[in-house]
């Protein structure tokens, strides 16, 4: 089992920035092999991915936010970073963070996030 906490969500005005933070912790947490990835999912529509980051530091983005978003994470800590600069209204959203092992993949509570002047 590994257990997902996120944190940094809040309200910002568009253009500003916000770090999210997702710490794993539990005995599934302790496999050298892994994915961590942010996931989002705003009203009415369907989860999409963010941005991931293996163990190993590959990483990928979403087109929309290539430029914008920085992912990264601190093994040592389990604990993946998002950055997120310059947002948009239209990057309100629930971020949701996943840390997949060989075993299962496991899904934090969310964190909202809302971009509004």
């Known amino acids: 089992q590994v257990q997902l906490v996120e944190s940094g969500g809040g309200l910002v005005q568009p253009g500003g920035p916000l770090r999210l933070s997702c710490v794993a912790s539990?005995?599934?947490?302790?496999?050298?092999?892994?994915?961590m990835t942010w996931y989002r999912q705003a009203p009415e529509k369907e989860r999409e991915l963010v941005a991931g980051i293996t163990s190993t530091g590959r990483i990928n983005y979403a087109d929309s936010v290539k430029g914008r978003f920085t992912i990264s994470r601190d093994n040592a800590k389990n604990t993946v970073y998002l950055q997120m600069n310059s947002l948009k209204p239209e990057d309100t959203a629930v971020y949701y963070c996943?840390?997949?092992?060989?075993?299962?993949?496991?899904w934090g509570q969310g964190t909202q996030v809302t971009v509004s002047p």
């Open positions: 996943k840390y997949s092992n060989y075993i299962s993949d496991y």
């Open positions: 539990g005995p599934g947490s302790i496999y050298s092999i892994n994915v």
